[in-house]
């Protein structure tokens, strides 16, 4: 039971600085007509995200993009918290785009792992008003004081009397009653919900079929679309005859859009085949191969000119530079031990399991438009651009998502699907992108190169170490970029933030390439994670140290750092002897508030592979849903697997070769490891999970593959390296 008047922590809350968080709207969430997510008017609307109906049943409105993370019931869970809600009593509703759902970084959308860090205080806030208005409600029918009441469960219980009220009871009265000044928030030694393991709200409705993704959705009138575009990496589309695509029957419009060529149909299968009746070519132009590009990239290493910095280190708002080259440069030579090693890793996709798609209807005032979104907020903006309508006219509907990964908050396809819905106005228009064309137009992880140097101390400690990298900026960064510094996607992590690295810089050389690039799962830290733990165990397996005890020993000191690492060797029984051919690995992994060690286990016999286990130690600081926390873990190690053994993306004639899931290969259940994952308990805040647990699978693998065969993987994927993946 939660007391009346917590006294841990009080926030001051007036009216303005509720209506920022949807406060005094009177509307909920509901699902209308088919896929339809609407405002609706409720009596028991306490503000944009509670709704509570007179017979007790509670509707909370995720305003995060649910794509397999659970943020549909973790986001609920924090307001529901707050609540004292029913648990059991609550359902989900998903939100639309809204100035309403607005995070703490000022955004709605799902990225960087901040889906909960980033409205965590919001969400427990929005809660707690929530209920102390159904608190005020019940003493107002009372006649007693409001902090004589108790809530738990969605009942209210008046201490000295006895008499009880469902929130449903009082629900309409709550709703016209002023927001709070002051709202207490709980304890967190009493949270119920927050910390505990319940069956996810999204998980019914994803199992019989309910859930609406993005090509479920079912409208009056809807036509569909499929899109080609130029099949040549950056080059520009040829015109093209409509003709062919005309003549398959129920085929309505040919569409150009942009440098890709969309087809209007009645079905689907019509709207398909008629894309690929035509005949899509790319104007005369430059034309590249992996080959050429990768010994541009690695070339990059050697410029004499053109180094562009990068912070090593954020202290607040203070960037810390690091030192010059000269005396980077001074301290490397000075050392009496020197590694070094260059490492590579390829263009790769983000191959959702879901394709693109996106449904929008245009008519002379107004567009809707439906679809699988990361983001939401900067939808309505882009589209008045390219309707003319303004953005107020423009109303955003998201899906469930099956899958993103970053991919789905890029909008290009959402665009594509509104200009072709222009083309018959009125009429609702679905767009799908086939396999092929979401694999061979997508915004990449870029392809780099590093070079990493290190001067080590007799003693084992680490003089200095300097980190270079060479690649292909993300396209989608420009905007974000701090003039005269490397883009932060490419080089923040090349040197670790967790270990004592003496004299230090990073510089970055920025390549010219012909894909697009944009934010892979993970981001910066899907390559450097790589490269700056591989330069770790490459030390120490110079000077003869073991690799887990060499990490603790140059860790700096931050006691989660060293709970993860000694959580992880110990359940993974590090040190235990293994037979010939077989080896552990290990890696550490920090960011998004959150702490990462892993621990390999593979077996290999000639050129056949086999990853047999993988144990993680995780600290996320405050646990939301624990359960959810080791799912997400779990994926994202299957995902980072998946791309260290096989991902790689290739030019061939300035065309992406990979097309499929047949030649862009994902880890397959027969080959999947046994996956330990093991959360380590800390009083730190809330921190971000589904990016963390991808950067240590990589070298935690080849440190492995290194125990057992003593060769060392420095270029990924590890099938070029000659091994075939067995189960």
Not at 286 to 291: E, K, L, N, T, V
Not at 310 to 327: H, M, Y
Not at 419 to 438: C, K, S, T
Not at 570 to 585: F, I, L, N, Q
Request: charged content about 20%.
């Amino acid at each position: 039971m939660r007391d009346a008047l917590p006294a841990d922590r009080v926030v001051s809350f007036n009216r303005r600085g509720f209506l920022a968080l949807g406060g005094g709207l009177a509307v909920g969430v509901a699902l209308g007509a088919p896929g339809r997510i609407e405002a609706q008017a409720s009596n028991g609307a306490l503000n944009a995200y509670v709704s509570i109906t007179a017979g007790g049943d509670v509707e909370i409105v995720t305003p995060g993009a649910e794509m397999g993370q659970g943020v549909a019931d973790a986001l609920p869970r924090i307001v529901a918290e707050e609540l004292d809600a029913d648990w059991s009593r609550v359902t989900v509703r998903l939100s639309g785009a809204s100035p309403a759902f607005v995070a703490r970084n000022k955004r709605q959308r799902s990225a960087n792992s901040d889906g909960v860090t980033s409205y965590y205080d919001i969400l427990r806030q929005v809660g707690a008003s929530a209920r102390a208005m159904l608190v005020m409600a019940a003493a107002t029918r009372w006649g007693v004081d409001p902090a004589t009441i108790t809530t738990q469960d969605g009942r209210l219980t008046h201490g000295s009397t006895g008499r009880t009220l469902g929130y449903g009871d009082v629900a309409a009265d709550a709703a016209k009653l002023p927001v709070p000044a002051i709202v207490p928030l709980k304890d967190a030694a009493k949270f119920r919900l927050i910390g505990g393991n319940f069956p996810r709200k999204d998980i019914p409705a994803k199992v019989n079929g309910t859930a609406l993704f993005g090509m479920d959705l079912v409208l009056p009138d809807m036509l569909y679309a499929a899109v080609r575009h130029v099949p040549v990496a950056g080059g520009t589309l040829a015109p093209v005859a409509p003709e062919p695509a005309l003549a398959i029957a129920g085929v309505l419009k040919v569409v150009p859009v942009g440098n890709a060529v969309g087809v209007i149909a009645d079905r689907y299968w019509q709207a398909q085949k008629g894309a690929l009746a035509l005949d899509v070519a790319a104007q005369p132009g430059p034309r590249i191969d992996s080959a050429t590009l990768r010994q541009r990239i690695v070339a990059g290493l050697d410029r004499s000119e053109g180094w562009l910095p990068f912070p090593i280190a954020f202290e607040g708002q203070k960037t810390v530079l690091g030192e010059s080259s000269q005396a980077v440069d001074a301290a490397l030579a000075a050392a009496p031990i020197k590694v070094e090693a260059t490492y590579e890793v390829p263009y790769l996709a983000h191959a959702a399991l879901e394709p693109l798609c996106c449904t929008a209807v245009v008519r002379a005032d107004s567009c809707e438009i439906w679809g699988p979104l990361q983001c939401a907020d900067v939808v309505a903006p882009e589209l008045a651009d390219i309707t003319g309508l303004p953005a107020k006219a423009i109303t955003v509907n998201r899906t469930y998502l099956g899958g993103g990964f970053g991919r789905k908050n890029e909008r290009d396809f959402v665009h594509q699907a509104v200009r072709l819905a222009m083309a018959v106005p009125g009429r609702p228009v679905m767009l799908i992108w086939p396999r092929d064309e979401d694999m061979r137009n997508d915004f990449y992880r870029p392809a780099f190169a590093a070079r990493l140097k290190a001067g080590v101390a007799a003693d084992g400690s680490i003089a200095a170490m300097r980190g270079r990298i060479s690649g292909q900026p993300l396209s989608t960064m420009s905007q974000f970029r701090f003039p005269g510094f490397a883009d932060g996607a490419v080089a923040g992590g090349l040197l670790s933030p967790d270990y004592d690295l003496g004299v230090q810089r990073i510089d970055a050389v920025e390549i010219d390439g012909p894909v697009r690039t944009g934010y892979w799962r993970s981001v910066s830290g899907s390559q450097n994670g790589f490269f700056s733990e591989a330069i770790i165990d490459e030390i120490a397996t110079r000077l003869k140290r073991d690799p887990l005890e060499y990490r603790l020993a140059i860790a700096k000191d931050d006691p989660r750092t060293h709970a993860v690492l000694k959580h992880v060797g110990e359940k993974a029984d590090w040190g235990k002897p293994m037979p010939k051919g077989h080896g552990r690995g290990i890696a550490l992994a920090t960011g998004w508030g959150s702490r990462c060690a892993m621990v390999v286990e593979v077996a290999v016999e000639d050129k056949a592979l086999r990853v047999d286990r993988i144990v993680c130690a995780f600290d996320c600081g405050q646990q939301i849903a624990p359960d959810n926390i080791i799912s997400q873990l779990e994926g994202a190690a299957v995902f980072g697997l998946s791309a260290a053994l096989f991902g790689k993306i290739t030019l061939k004639d300035g065309a992406v070769v990979e097309g499929s899931f047949g030649d862009y290969p994902v880890l397959l259940m027969r080959s999947a490891p046994r996956i330990e994952v093991h959360l380590v308990s800390s009083d730190a805040p809330v921190g971000g999970v589904g990016e963390a647990g991808v950067p240590a699978i990589a070298p935690a693998l080849c440190s492995a593959i290194h125990a057992a065969t003593g060769r060392r993987i420095r270029a990924l994927p590890i099938i070029d390296a000659g091994f075939e993946v067995t189960a």
